[in-house]
């Protein structure tokens, strides 16, 4: 963090005192000089954070941007000592190590990128391609049974195209503890799409879907890629919390598998979130939650956090985990949750049944002093589960990798 910010934030604060004393010949003018290069600072602010925002973010890939700009810097030191150092000859030959430096760095730095892209990728075929508002996505195909998709190089799901089936533990984890703790699901409301395997899983059965996706390029891509049908479910592109708020039907199961990398988003993880989704439920209904979480005493701050959350607005939490990190939370005003049906696991993919079914065997309790009440005013958890998170996001990398 010291050298990505605190080095070129200081660099920055400098520049308009350095240009405010080698643009002002005298105090005379000092006033009228500080102000224009006021304006020109703040003008510059609004248009890069604008640009960055609305056209750099979306519709162009990072390692563009970034070399982009370097590529420009780069060319305005060019500039500045082809046109001005030439007036001090004895600058001069320094100043053109200075270009070389710069350039020969430049060209070095983008050779290595593209390596390391095309190592990511290894033997992989890649799909598709496409920024968004939310990271790049990506999907990868691995063989003819692994198609991958990928948000910022973190896999979010895998997909057996010849099957038509996700081979990850989680799709059929989230769909099945709803119908194992629930009398019926009717009807569902899922909270984040990924690419459509579970919400397609609840409409097959005949149960009416409301699916709710901050990040409309991923409707697309699910649709060409994953067998996504979105007509048979309502998709609707919004925030989570957002259309939580302002919600008026009620769900036999809401599911909750919203991530933003290797994270859940923190305003969907408070006491008033999970308040707003028990309002959204019928009576008897469950929230099913996927998330990553340890469970060591010393590192299970978030895991302990939300099981004490939602326990402070439902009567009845339950966890299963199958010990690779991965943990799904079941949530109900229920007295007490109990499986209503037997669990069909003929019906998961070969790849995901034992996990499948080691996490549905698996219950786990967690003390309450571990962790505190998550609220939309004070919730550290971004904080204190960073170490957690960095660690997951170098297993998800490398496993990709590895592929």
Same mark, same amino acid.
């Given at each position: 963090?010291?050298?990505?910010?605190?080095?070129?934030?200081?660099?920055?604060?400098?520049?308009?005192?350095?240009?405010?004393?080698?643009?002002?010949?005298?105090?005379?003018?000092?006033?009228?000089?500080?102000?224009?290069?006021?304006?020109?600072?703040?003008?510059?602010?609004?248009?890069?954070?604008?640009?960055?925002?609305?056209?750099?973010?979306?519709?162009?890939?990072?390692?563009?941007?970034?070399?982009?700009?370097?590529?420009?810097?780069?060319?305005?030191?060019?500039?500045?000592?082809?046109?001005?150092?030439?007036?001090?000859?004895?600058?001069?030959? *320094?100043? #053109? /190590?200075?270009?070389?430096?710069?350039?020969?760095?430049?060209?070095?730095? %983008?050779? !290595? +990128?593209?390596?390391?892209?095309?190592?990511?990728?290894?033997?992989?075929?890649?799909?598709?391609?496409?920024?968004?508002?939310?990271?790049?996505?990506?999907?990868?195909?691995?063989?003819?049974?692994?198609?991958?998709?990928?948000?910022?190089?973190?896999?979010?799901?895998?997909?057996?195209?010849?099957?038509?089936?996700?081979?990850?533990?989680?799709?059929?984890?989230?769909?099945?503890?709803?119908?194992?703790?629930?009398?019926?699901?009717?009807?569902?409301?899922?909270?984040?799409?990924?690419?459509?395997?579970?919400?397609?899983?609840? *409409?097959? #059965? /005949?149960?009416?879907?409301?699916?709710?996706?901050?990040?409309?390029?991923? %409707?697309? !891509? +699910?649709?060409?890629?994953?067998?996504?049908?979105?007509?048979?479910?309502?998709?609707?592109?919004?925030?989570?919390?957002?259309?939580?708020?302002?919600?008026?039907?009620?769900?036999?199961?809401?599911?909750?598998?919203?991530?933003?990398?290797?994270?859940?988003?923190?305003?969907?993880?408070?006491?008033?979130?999970?308040?707003?989704?028990?309002?959204?439920?019928?009576?008897?209904?469950?929230?099913?939650?996927?998330?990553?979480?340890?469970?060591?005493?010393?590192?299970?701050?978030?895991?302990?956090?939300?099981?004490?959350?939602?326990? *402070?607005?439902?009567?009845?939490?339950?966890?299963?985990?199958?010990?690779?990190?991965?943990?799904?939370?079941? +949530?109900?005003?229920?007295?007490?949750?109990?499986?209503?049906?037997?669990?069909?696991?003929?019906?998961?993919?070969?790849?995901?049944?034992?996990?499948?079914?080691?996490?549905?065997?698996?219950?786990?309790?967690?003390?309450?002093?571990?962790?505190?009440?998550?609220?939309?005013?004070?919730?550290?958890?971004?904080?204190?589960?960073?170490?957690?998170?960095?660690?997951?996001?170098?297993?998800?990398?490398?496993?990709?990798?590895?592929?």
């Amino acid at each position: 963090s010291v050298v990505l910010y605190f080095v070129p934030l200081t660099c920055m604060a400098m520049t308009v005192p350095f240009l405010i004393r080698a643009v002002s010949q005298s105090l005379a003018n000092l006033g009228s000089r500080v102000g224009t290069l006021s304006a020109v600072s703040t003008v510059g602010s609004f248009l890069g954070t604008a640009g960055i925002g609305y056209v750099l973010i979306p519709l162009v890939a990072n390692s563009t941007t970034m070399f982009g700009c370097a590529g420009v810097l780069a060319l305005l030191a060019t500039v500045y000592f082809a046109v001005f150092a030439r007036r001090l000859d004895a600058r001069a030959g *320094a100043g #053109a /190590g200075k270009l070389t430096a710069i350039w020969v760095w430049l060209g070095l730095s %983008v050779f !290595l +990128a593209q390596r390391q892209e095309t190592a990511k990728l290894g033997d992989a075929v890649e799909l598709f391609r496409g920024n968004s508002h939310f990271g790049m996505l990506q999907v990868v195909q691995v063989g003819p049974n692994s198609r991958y998709y990928l948000n910022d190089f973190l896999a979010q799901n895998i997909y057996d195209p010849e099957a038509g089936q996700s081979t990850a533990m989680f799709s059929y984890m989230l769909s099945e503890l709803a119908r194992a703790y629930t009398p019926e699901v009717k009807s569902a409301l899922c909270i984040g799409m990924g690419v459509g395997i579970v919400p397609m899983d609840f *409409a097959r #059965a /005949g149960t009416r879907v409301d699916v709710v996706e901050i990040n409309p390029a991923v %409707v697309p !891509l +699910a649709e060409e890629f994953f067998d996504f049908e979105s007509a048979k479910v309502n998709v609707i592109i919004d925030d989570g919390r957002h259309f939580l708020n302002a919600a008026t039907n009620r769900y036999d199961a809401v599911i909750l598998d919203a991530f933003l990398g290797d994270s859940s988003p923190a305003h969907l993880m408070s006491r008033e979130a999970f308040a707003a989704m028990r309002r959204c439920l019928n009576e008897g209904g469950v929230l099913v939650i996927n998330c990553f979480g340890e469970l060591d005493a010393r590192r299970n701050y978030f895991t302990a956090s939300l099981d004490r959350t939602l326990r *402070a607005v439902f009567k009845s939490v339950k966890i299963h985990a199958q010990g690779n990190g991965n943990l799904f939370f079941v +949530a109900s005003d229920q007295s007490e949750l109990r499986r209503l049906h037997e669990t069909d696991f003929t019906k998961v993919h070969p790849q995901a049944r034992r996990w499948t079914e080691g996490a549905f065997a698996r219950e786990l309790t967690m003390k309450p002093e571990d962790g505190i009440v998550l609220t939309d005013d004070y919730n550290p958890v971004d904080y204190y589960d960073a170490a957690n998170r960095e660690e997951l996001r170098k297993s998800l990398a490398f496993s990709m990798r590895g592929r």
